[in-house]
């Protein structure tokens, strides 16, 4: 099951936001700023024509019915194949976050969706754009309730083809090594240096990742192991503090109230 299908499934995902929709007028070629790339998340629906997108180390190329998804910050250049009056694309950029009101992406990085229903896309997209100028409140919850059913379709696809970018891949292997040395306490300056990235940039890639920044992801991890100790065996809540990593059991006690709703010692009564 892909990302999209398992939020779907588990109802863990909520729409907090359509920030902008539009069919794009004719643009030979488009790159976001290069400091802080693309500026929100959204799909790219082709509808007449062709197009490229050329990310840092890998391509793809776009045609009629095909959707894109690109993540937020992403840096890229789309160059139109086609002759420019023969190329038009709908834009659907949005906000999704899960239940506790973090941010979700679909991906970190982009992906295009392939053997999707191309003509119930092409009807959904074309209906976003028929209510998205109309401000009325009735039709905010059709725009959700449209993208929801983008989101369905989507989920749907027989492949999906990522890019493959040597950065993307290096933030994966520092998320399994903080879940692998939670007990550590490497800074995030530290990552950044062990897979050669600037600080700023390395900490970018990995909230979009892991939806929190690297000492904050860590303190999950501890948190949420020292719940099952607490649960699971009799040792003390200063015991349980240390043999997760956290050096101060009242700094302990402050992180899991706030990610666990309790007090380690409430969870013990």
Request: net charge positive.
């Amino acid at each position: 099951m892909n990302k999209v299908q398992d939020a779907l499934a588990n109802e863990k995902l909520n729409i907090s936001g359509i920030i902008f929709a539009d069919k794009i007028p004719v643009i030979k070629t488009f790159s976001p700023p290069q400091s802080s790339g693309r500026y929100k998340s959204g799909f790219v629906f082709m509808l007449k024509g062709k197009c490229r997108y050329e990310f840092e180390s890998d391509s793809f190329d776009i045609s009629v019915g095909d959707i894109v998804y690109v993540p937020e910050g992403s840096n890229y250049c789309c160059t139109h194949l086609t002759e420019p009056k023969e190329t038009r694309y709908y834009v659907l950029d949005f906000d999704l976050t899960d239940y506790e009101g973090k941010i979700m992406n679909l991906s970190s990085c982009p992906v295009r969706f392939d053997g999707c229903d191309k003509g119930k896309l092409k009807f959904l997209f074309e209906k976003v754009l028929e209510v998205y100028n109309v401000y009325e409140f009735s039709n905010h919850l059709i725009l959700k309730s449209v993208l929801m059913e983008i989101l369905y379709v989507v989920s749907k696809a027989e492949n999906v083809l990522g890019i493959s970018n040597p950065r993307y891949d290096d933030i994966k292997r520092a998320l399994n090594y903080v879940e692998t040395h939670y007990k550590d306490n490497v800074s995030s300056e530290e990552l950044a240096k062990m897979y050669n990235m600037s600080h700023s940039h390395f900490r970018r890639l990995f909230v979009k990742a892991a939806g929190y920044p690297p000492t904050l992801y860590r303190n999950r991890i501890r948190v949420h192991k020292a719940y099952e100790m607490l649960i699971n065996s009799e040792l003390s809540i200063s015991q349980i503090s240390e043999a997760v990593g956290f050096c101060d059991v009242y700094y302990f006690s402050t992180m899991f109230k706030k990610i666990i709703g309790v007090s380690p010692s409430m969870l013990r009564k």
